[in-house]
């Protein structure tokens, strides 16, 4: 899997450089952060992952976009410190310049996962994938 890291975004994330999962935190209404590992990419001062629509961290993010990222492994074992963010979701003319970015970074295993996907709906019909966008908090 290749690191695609730009001049510049070494210093918007820069505990993120060199990872190949992050830990998003995203919160409920009540407060409470609930963490997940994700794959992302990082393009200038954004990063961008994709899950499923009706997944719980799409949900949270709908509800407030206030997010945490930070360094992780597979797992979700922080290695590093988090940094404060927002997140959005990305329009359907956006989604494409995303799944463009990740299939760059994580090659053949982002194919991989693609197929297994596929295989997925054949058995418990379609879940629809969405395309998030996280930009470092602004002052």
């Known amino acids: 899997m290749k690191d695609i890291?730009?001049?510049?975004?070494?210093t918007t994330f820069p505990t993120l450089?060199?990872?190949?999962y992050m830990n998003l935190i995203t919160f409920r209404r009540n407060g409470q952060p609930v963490t997940t590992p994700v794959w992302f990419v990082q393009e200038g001062a954004h990063l961008y992952f994709m899950t499923v629509r009706t997944s719980g961290?799409?949900?949270?993010?709908?509800?407030?976009?206030r997010v945490q990222v930070g360094p992780a492994?597979?797992?979700?074992?922080?290695l590093g410190p988090t940094v404060e963010a927002t997140a959005r979701i990305?329009?359907?003319?956006e989604?494409?310049?995303?799944?463009?970015l990740l299939n760059q970074k994580y090659?053949?295993?982002k194919y991989a996962f693609d197929a297994a996907a596929k295989v997925m709906q054949f058995f418990r019909g379609p879940s629809e994938r969405v395309y998030l966008e996280i930009a470092p908090l602004v002052d």
């Open 17 to 20: 450089q060199g990872h190949q």
């Open 73 to 78: 492994n597979q797992r979700g074992k922080s």
């Open 90 to 93: 990305l329009s359907a003319q």
């Open 57 to 65: 961290k799409v949900k949270r993010i709908r509800n407030s976009n």
């Open 5 to 10: 890291i730009l001049e510049e975004q070494t």
């Open 107 to 109: 090659g053949l295993a």
């Open 95 to 100: 989604e494409q310049h995303a799944n463009t």
